[in-house]
Nanobody, 124 residues
Framework: QVQLVESGGGLVQAGGSLRLSCAAS????????MGWFRQAPGKEREFVAA????????NYADSVKGRFTISRDNAKNTVYLQMNSLKPEDTAVYYC?????????????????WGQGTQVTVSS
C-alpha cells in the first residue's frame, strides 16, 4: 500500500510559479512511475505529467509542455511538479498518482494509488 500526500498548492498571479510536492509512504516508491493530474470544476480529470521510476523518462500534456517540469527524488520518496508561467486555465485541483506497473502513461485508470489533491488557483 502506498499513501500519497500533495502539498504546495495556493493562489498565484498569472505568470507566476509554484512547485507542488507529493510525498509517498512505502519502501517500494522507487519502483513506481508517478503522474500528476488535475481536475477543474465541471471538467474531467486530465493528465498533466508523468515520470518513470528513475525519472529518466517523462511525458507531458501538450498544454503544459515547456512550462511544467516533473522530477522525483527517490531518496526522499517525493515527486515534484515545477509549474512556471502559470495561466488562469491551469486553475484546478492537482493530484499525484502512482503506477505499480511502471508505465509512463497518460491514462488515469492505469494508476493504482492517488493522493487527496492540492488546490492551485491562478488569478488573471
Amino acid at each position: 500500500q502506498v499513501q500519497l500526500v500533495e502539498s504546495g498548492g495556493g493562489l498565484v498571479q498569472a505568470g507566476g510559479s509554484l512547485r507542488l510536492s507529493c510525498a509517498a509512504s512505502g519502501r517500494t516508491f522507487s519502483r513506481y512511475s508517478m503522474g500528476w493530474f488535475r481536475q477543474a470544476p465541471g471538467k474531467e480529470r486530465e493528465f498533466v505529467a508523468a515520470a518513470s521510476w528513475s525519472g529518466g523518462s517523462t511525458n507531458y500534456a501538450d498544454s503544459v509542455k515547456g512550462r511544467f517540469t516533473i522530477s522525483r527524488d527517490n531518496a526522499k520518496n517525493t515527486v515534484y511538479l515545477q509549474m512556471n508561467s502559470l495561466k488562469p486555465e491551469d486553475t484546478a485541483v492537482y493530484y499525484c498518482a502512482a503506477d505499480r506497473a511502471g508505465w509512463v502513461t497518460q491514462t488515469p485508470k492505469e494508476y493504482d494509488y492517488w493522493g487527496q489533491g492540492t488546490q492551485v488557483t491562478v488569478s488573471s
